[in-house]
């Protein structure tokens, strides 16, 4: 199927240990890291046959025929068209966000002067962060903590 020489995979999968996800058209598959391999059918239809985890940097080979698979919905304004537009996309994102993220790319503003850092998601408590001085290689007489 996939012409992917280069690519490290972790495992092959028979497409039928899957689970398929009708609403997202999604098939997925647990991974070692907790979440799950991902490949949507739209992927499969296209003869791609690597499923990867949206956590971590493993990929697996699905094995499947493709005249097994599930057809597309075809319902919508232009066929296929609906169905398209509606997969999950790798990172999920608020309107604001994406705003965000296109005035840092125009302004060249970082992640810290935007106030992204202040969503919990991304700050590490301040006590991670705090200078320590280092005083195992002082001898134990001259180990004092502080100035």
């Given at each position: 199927?996939?012409?992917?020489?280069?690519?490290?995979?972790?495992d092959?999968?028979?497409?039928?240990d899957?689970?398929?996800?009708?609403?997202?058209?999604?098939?997925?598959?647990?991974?070692?890291?907790?979440?799950?391999?991902?490949?949507?059918?739209?992927?499969?239809?296209?003869?791609?046959?690597?499923?990867?985890?949206?956590?971590?940097?493993?990929?697996?080979?699905?094995?499947?025929?493709?005249?097994?698979?599930?057809?597309?919905?075809?319902?919508?304004?232009?066929?296929?068209?609906?169905?398209?537009?509606?997969?999950?996309?790798?990172?999920?994102?608020t309107?604001s966000?994406?705003?965000?993220?296109?005035?840092?790319?125009?302004?060249?503003?970082?992640?810290?002067?935007?106030?992204?850092?202040?969503?919990?998601?991304?700050?590490?408590?301040?006590?991670?962060?705090?200078?320590?001085?280092?005083?195992?290689?002082?001898?134990?007489?001259?180990r004092?903590?502080?100035?």
């Amino acid at each position: 199927m996939s012409d992917d020489e280069g690519i490290s995979i972790y495992d092959e999968v028979e497409i039928e240990d899957m689970t398929f996800d009708e609403a997202m058209g999604v098939y997925q598959f647990p991974c070692p890291c907790g979440d799950k391999f991902q490949i949507t059918l739209e992927d499969l239809l296209d003869e791609q046959d690597i499923a990867v985890c949206p956590s971590c940097s493993l990929m697996i080979r699905v094995i499947f025929d493709l005249d097994d698979l599930p057809k597309p919905p075809t319902s919508g304004t232009s066929g296929g068209q609906a169905w398209h537009n509606s997969r999950p996309s790798a990172v999920s994102t608020t309107p604001s966000e994406e705003l965000e993220a296109s005035i840092q790319l125009d302004t060249g503003k970082s992640a810290t002067t935007s106030g992204i850092l202040d969503n919990p998601i991304f700050a590490t408590p301040s006590n991670q962060c705090e200078q320590q001085p280092y005083l195992g290689l002082l001898p134990s007489f001259q180990r004092q903590a502080g100035p």
